[in-house]
């Protein structure tokens, strides 16, 4: 029976790996912009067919989210370190230059799988197809800060009306997946129409007011693009210039369609500090040749002049999402801004103690594990409250730096809202190393 079991869900698995790989195949197949037009693989029926496999393959395994033992987890019950009095606007603002944790009232999110928290609590290849949303670090928002650092979490700690956040295990089109529009194999060309769904799906919640609710959404997309879809192109040193050219477009829709909204743009970090990791698991190698064929395997003819063709232009994918945050159609806006978080370009899993910290990273690692998303979130949280051009560049444990915002400056940065002259500081709990 068990083994039996076991069969039916690796069949899911199979499945549903093919199905997605197809829709990569015919997003790239023959146009380097993979941008192609739909293929029967949109039409409703293999949408719901898909839809299906996906829901059988949660009731077989389970919710793995809700498991509160593993190497996997961050610590618990770790007091929130900030005095709070304050730090929500007695009236609601009108400009987004003068917004304080608090008054972010709505909270979302775009990207892949390391949005969707694919895997964060895993401990067998089965529990990767499960996607733990409720734990992601910029859109989860299950139980409470003091065992989940993650965005929501913190911002909870000012505003516990908070709205949007994920709640559990969820795919897209699940209730408690909420505002969180991630989806596994996203690239940057899905950027436009996930901002559109947002929009729509903002509009729809009867709990938020549309018009005057101040809303976060954070944007990480770029992973699928330089892992799996660069070394199909038949330019692949054009995926800047087409990134930036999504990017933009994704700003200005929310710009135009979403009031009062503060965008986070945080890059995804750099693939070869975990794929190209050496001594790893033997299964994680196995792994590493599907989630990243351009990189690990022989079927494009891997080579290191290739990856370090693909390390240049994914640094290239970070300068055009740093520059486009301070384009000037973005900047000196009432009710919006775009700012670019950092952390994430100079991430390492190197820890005190060990030179590789794979407790950070899930089964397969290469997506975070719960632990790595509650760093994850933090260091999100310190970058808000530090200056652009001062931002950390990478992340470090919660309990060496967690900066609070301070009375003299209670504001979330923006482009537009410092000068460098400027002399408020934001207090920092801890080693302020980054």
Not at 139 to 151: A, D, E, P, R, V
Not at 169 to 176: L, N
């Amino acid at each position: 029976m068990v083994l039996k079991m076991k069969l039916t869900v690796f069949n899911v698995l199979v499945v549903s790996y093919i199905l997605i790989c197809s829709l990569c195949f015919y997003r790239v197949n023959g146009n380097d912009e993979y941008d192609h037009p739909t293929s029967f693989l949109d039409g409703d029926s293999m949408r719901s067919m898909y839809r299906s496999f996906r829901d059988f393959a949660m009731r077989i395994i389970g919710q793995t989210g809700r498991r509160t033992r593993g190497a996997f987890l961050q610590d618990t019950d770790t007091k929130f370190p900030c005095n709070k009095t304050g730090m929500r606007s007695s009236t609601i603002p009108t400009s987004v230059h003068q917004l304080r944790p608090g008054d972010i009232d709505v909270i979302a999110a775009l990207g892949d799988s390391l949005t969707a928290a694919s895997g964060a609590s895993s401990v067998r290849v089965t529990d990767l197809v499960i996607e733990n949303r409720g734990l992601s670090w910029s859109i989860g928002g299950q139980w409470s800060f003091k065992n989940s650092s993650t965005l929501p979490n913190i911002l909870k700690e000012y505003n516990p009306n908070l709205l949007g956040y994920s709640k559990h295990d969820a795919w897209t089109y699940h209730f408690d997946s909420q505002l969180n529009l991630a989806e596994i194999g996203a690239s940057s060309a899905d950027m436009p129409y996930m901002a559109k769904m947002l929009v729509q799906r903002i509009k729809m919640d009867k709990r938020i007011n549309f018009n005057k609710s101040w809303k976060m959404v954070t944007i990480t997309i770029g992973g699928n693009d330089i892992c799996s879809f660069v070394c199909t192109m038949d330019e692949p040193q054009s995926l800047p210039r087409k990134h930036k050219q999504r990017l933009v477009k994704t700003l200005r829709y929310i710009r135009d369609n979403l009031p009062r909204t503060y965008v986070n743009i945080v890059p995804t970090p750099f693939v070869r500090s975990v794929v190209m990791v050496e001594n790893k698991p033997f299964h994680c190698q196995m792994l590493h040749h599907g989630e990243c064929s351009c990189w690990i395997g022989h079927l494009y003819n891997q080579n290191k002049e290739k990856q370090e063709l693909y390390h240049r232009i994914q640094s290239e994918m970070h300068d055009v999402e740093s520059n486009v945050a301070q384009m000037k159609e973005f900047r000196n806006l009432k009710e919006f801004a775009v700012v670019f978080q950092p952390f994430t370009v100079g991430l390492s899993f190197e820890t005190d103690d060990k030179p590789f910290d794979s407790s950070l990273l899930a089964f397969d690692c290469f997506h975070m594990s719960q632990k790595g998303h509650g760093w994850a979130g933090v260091a999100l949280w310190n970058n808000l409250l530090e200056r652009p051009g001062n931002k950390s560049r990478n992340w470090i444990s919660p309990k060496k730096r967690f900066i609070c915002p301070t009375e003299k400056y209670p504001y979330f940065y923006t482009n537009d809202n410092y000068s460098e002259e400027q002399t408020f500081k934001n207090s920092v709990v801890g080693n302020s190393k980054s």
